[in-house]
């Protein structure tokens, strides 16, 4: 809790962590069309009058878990998906390295470098002031040492103001997440099916089937919890087990393919709106057909455009007052005497 809050204050405090404009922060607010961009599509910057939410915090996500109210997570990997994840409610958004895969096209998630995932980390930061974000290190920024990790998370931190860390993998990060923790980094751990360790693990394969397996997540549960994990993900484990090894934990466990019985749950935004579809896993629901849909809208733009529906006179177009517009056909009648004739 104390972590969350000194993250939240040095970032209020100190205008270098500060990565959001202090006017976009005031006019912040949950419904996705009511704050317009400060230099958006030519559009008035009027400032919304609704006052900006109090931003989220450990101490929030702590008290849902306490209430046992489930814990709602969404990624969100650009500016637009992170308003979509806010103005829907969500509890936390994460900036996952499924970005890699999901919105850069890339073949796995291990592609994806630090300064990439900070990058999309500040545009989902600029989506929603207020949120609670975690975001990925990903493959390879915080193995090598723990001068390494720290400075990794560091930077996430400072570059993107995002409010947590999350990196995969059980015990042997428990060093790692004690000395993030100790120095003011909330951890979301990762453990089951770790992508970044597709290659070792033979694949994206369901883990903890067997009794032993099963007592290994365990205990890379309890040895993250014991580091100071505030949260850990837990992903493709049988949902019988994801309930028991929630049962023994007192942070929330969040599930990805780990059934119903988790202290929350957390998809792909790209995935559950049907915007990615490189491969569709079981334990994935579609809410939406964000391809077919979009495809078709963008068709029937191509379709208008080539017969000349799009743009409307008047309804999309500018106006100029007649007087002007005439001073400016004579303009171009003197200095084209030629091309007047077109007119
Ligand atoms: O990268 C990601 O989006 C994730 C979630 C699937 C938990 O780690």
């Given amino acids: ?69 489930p814990i709602t997570v969404l990624t969100a990997h650009d500016y637009i998906s992170s308003k979509i994840a806010n103005a829907a409610g969500v509890d936390i958004i994460l900036v996952g390295d499924s970005l890699s895969m999901v919105a850069l096209g890339y073949t796995n998630t291990n592609e994806i470098e630090l300064d990439d995932m900070i990058h999309h980390a500040r545009a989902v930061r600029r989506g929603s002031p207020q949120a609670f974000i975690v975001a990925d290190l990903p493959f390879g920024s915080y193995e090598v040492s723990t001068e390494q990790a720290l400075a990794a998370a560091f930077r996430m931190v400072k570059r993107a103001g995002v409010d947590a860390i999350k990196f995969e993998g059980g ?39 067997t009794a032993a397996t099963a007592e290994l997540i365990l205990e890379d549960a309890l040895a993250l919890q014991e580091a100071g994990c505030f949260s850990m993900v837990l992903e493709a484990v049988p949902a019988p087990v994801a309930d028991l090894v929630t049962k023994q934990l007192r942070v929330p466990t969040i599930g990805i393919g780990a059934g119903p019985h988790t202290s929350g749950q957390v998809l792909v935004q790209l995935d559950m709106l049907g915007g990615f579809d490189g491969f569709t896993p079981k334990f994935l629901k579609k809410y939406s057909n964000y391809l077919d849909i979009n495809t078709k809208a963008c068709a029937a733009y191509v379709d208008e455009v080539r017969a000349g529906t799009f743009p409307e006179i008047g309804t999309h177009t500018y106006a100029i007052k007649d007087a002007e517009l005439n001073k400016f056909k004579q303009l171009v009648a003197e200095k084209f005497p030629a091309d007047s004739t077109k007119a």
């Fill in 1 to 69: 809790m104390i972590r969350s809050v000194s993250i939240r204050a040095l970032r209020q405090a100190t205008p270098l962590l500060r990565v959001v404009p202090a006017a976009a922060a005031v006019g912040a607010s949950r419904g996705i069309h009511a704050t317009p961009a400060a230099h958006s599509h030519y559009n008035d910057p009027a400032s919304s009058a609704t006052p900006a939410p109090p931003p989220k915090t450990l101490m929030d996500i702590n008290k849902l878990y306490r209430n046992n109210t």
């Fill in 171 to 209: 015990k042997e990060n428990a060093g790692l997440v004690r000395h993030m923790s100790q120095r003011g980094i909330p951890v979301m751990g990762h453990i089951g099916l770790t992508p970044q360790r597709a290659s070792s693990l033979g694949g994206f394969k369901v883990q903890g089937k």
